[in-house]
T-cell receptor, first 114, second 115 residues
């Protein structure tokens, strides 16, 4: 049971490039989330998904896209990378979103856009 | 609307002394409250949560948290700090009235335990 896995661990992008951050979970969780963590700013929710084929915007969705074709995978796509997207990205999952259920986090992807 | 605040960016404590990391919340209904810890270059790890019942919640690594409804607080505590407790700590909340929504996280508090 690997939990939540993320690839790559590190990436450097040039301005205007695109990339996909991969996230997978093997806990059969319905709910998955993408957060970004900026220094001193805590976690901000980018997108989340309540199940395959269903996604919803979080607090800071601009510049990102997501898809959820399977229960296990929730990739985050960056189009036309900008320096403001330099951050650490965390994927998380939970069995349900409401109520007392905690979220399980992956190890993160550190992205630098120059 | 639900929100959570961690009023201290940094907490410094000597090894062996008790530690407290503060968290206050605002919800419309009843709160579900969580503490997470993040070690350098790692993801967030779940420490403990309050759902209902006993106001003192015990969690991993000897941590506990005290729920205080009148003060809308959920402070994280440990009787005797270790250097290895040095990390970034996040408080999170979900309102029981909010339905199927993600957790809302505070900005985090950096704990430094000095030997």
């Amino acid at each position: 049971n690997a939990g939540v896995t993320q690839t790559p661990k590190f990436r450097i992008l040039k301005i205007g490039q695109s990339m996909t951050l991969q996230c997978a979970q093997d806990m059969n969780h319905n709910y998955m989330y993408w957060y970004r963590q900026d220094p001193g700013m805590g976690l901000k929710l980018i997108y989340y998904s309540v199940g395959a084929g269903i996604t919803d915007k979080g607090e800071v969705p601009n510049g990102y896209n997501v898809s959820r074709s399977t229960t296990e995978d929730f990739p985050l796509r960056l189009e036309l990378a900008a320096p403001s997207q330099t951050s650490v990205y965390f994927c998380a999952s939970s069995p349900l979103a409401g109520g007392p259920y905690e979220q399980y986090f992956g190890p993160g992807t550190r992205l630098t856009v120059t | 609307a639900q929100s959570v605040a961690q009023p201290e960016d940094q907490v410094n404590v000597a090894e062996g002394n008790p530690l407290t990391v503060k968290c206050t919340y605002s919800v419309s209904g009843n709160p579900y409250l969580f503490w997470y810890v993040q070690y350098p270059n790692r993801g967030l790890q779940f420490l403990l949560k309050y759902i209902t019942g006993d106001n003192l919640v015990k969690g991993s690594y000897g941590f506990e948290a005290e729920f205080n409804k009148s003060q809308t607080s959920f402070h994280l505590k440990k009787p005797s700090a270790l250097v290895s407790d040095s990390a970034l700590y996040f408080c999170a909340v979900r309102d029981s009235f909010s339905g199927n929504t993600p957790l809302v996280f505070g900005k985090g508090t950096r704990l430094s335990v000095i030997a």
